[in-house]
């Protein structure tokens, strides 16, 4: 079975600053799927980045970075220049490929962004 | 493009009442899932349907939950005889077959059972 884990319940960011949130996973599995999506107070999640697991180079979205270790099992979200509106739970997400169908979250982290 | 969309967004009931949830996927999507998170909790997969078909359910859906998709477009899923330990975020998610599958979720429908 896959587990995620993220380590850091909740944390803080003053605006403009950087921030790196942790995850980790435990998977038998070679090619796999990794994803970091947001969810705002009272708001649907959405999508903020995803990685596969056969591809190196680590993937890039505007502000969000990830840096995936794929030996260690890491996945952890950089965020640069944090704003206001970044402030949300955010989930790491594992989905094996070929099975398309379930994906293991973790426990989320909250991310407080402080003006 | 207008997004998953789900009805109601809140639910109270008290228990031993039925209710049913509706789920609306972005219309060309033909993969619709089922999660349900509780507080502090990531979501938990409980099912999944691929068109009409629903393809695999998880150990967490009791016998009292059903889930429907019966034209392959919007899916109904039903919990009979709530508990409060039905009480939780019920969440829905639609995507199109591709290489990596993405999953956009709805906003959820938030069940209370007293």
């Known amino acids: 079975a896959q587990t995620v884990t993220q380590s850091q319940p909740e944390m803080s960011v003053q605006e403009a600053e950087t921030v790196t949130l942790s995850c980790t996973y435990d998977?038998?599995?070679?090619?796999?799927?990794l994803f970091w999506y947001k969810q705002p107070p009272s708001r649907q999640m959405i999508l903020v980045i995803r990685?596969?697991?056969?591809?190196?180079q680590n993937a890039t979205e505007n502000r969000f970075s990830v840096n995936f270790q794929k030996a260690a099992k890491s996945f952890s979200l950089k965020i640069s220049d944090s704003q206001l509106g970044d402030t949300a739970m955010y989930f790491c997400?594992?989905?094996?490929?070929?099975?398309?169908?379930?994906?293991?979250f973790g426990s989320g982290t909250k991310l407080n962004v402080k003006p | 493009d207008t997004g998953v969309s789900q009805d109601p967004r809140h639910k109270i009931t008290k228990r031993g009442q039925n209710v049913t949830f509706r789920c609306d996927p972005i219309?060309?999507?033909?993969?619709l899932y089922w999660y349900r998170q509780t507080l502090g909790q990531g979501p938990e997969f409980l099912t999944y349907?691929?068109?009409?078909?629903?393809?695999?359910k998880s150990r967490l859906l009791s016998d009292r939950f059903s889930a429907e998709r019966p034209k392959g477009s919007f899916s109904t899923l039903e919990i009979q005889r709530t508990e409060q330990g039905d009480s939780a975020m019920y969440l829905c998610?639609?995507?199109?077959?591709?290489?990596?599958?993405?999953?956009?979720f709805g906003p959820g429908t938030r069940l209370t059972v007293l």
């Open positions: 998610a639609s995507s199109l077959v591709s290489v990596t599958d993405t999953q956009y």
């Open positions: 998977t038998s599995e070679s090619n796999y799927y």
């Open positions: 990685q596969e697991a056969y591809k190196q």
């Open positions: 997400a594992f989905m094996k490929s070929g099975n398309f169908n379930k994906f293991y």
């Open positions: 219309s060309e999507h033909n993969r």
């Open positions: 349907f691929q068109n009409e078909a629903q393809l695999e």
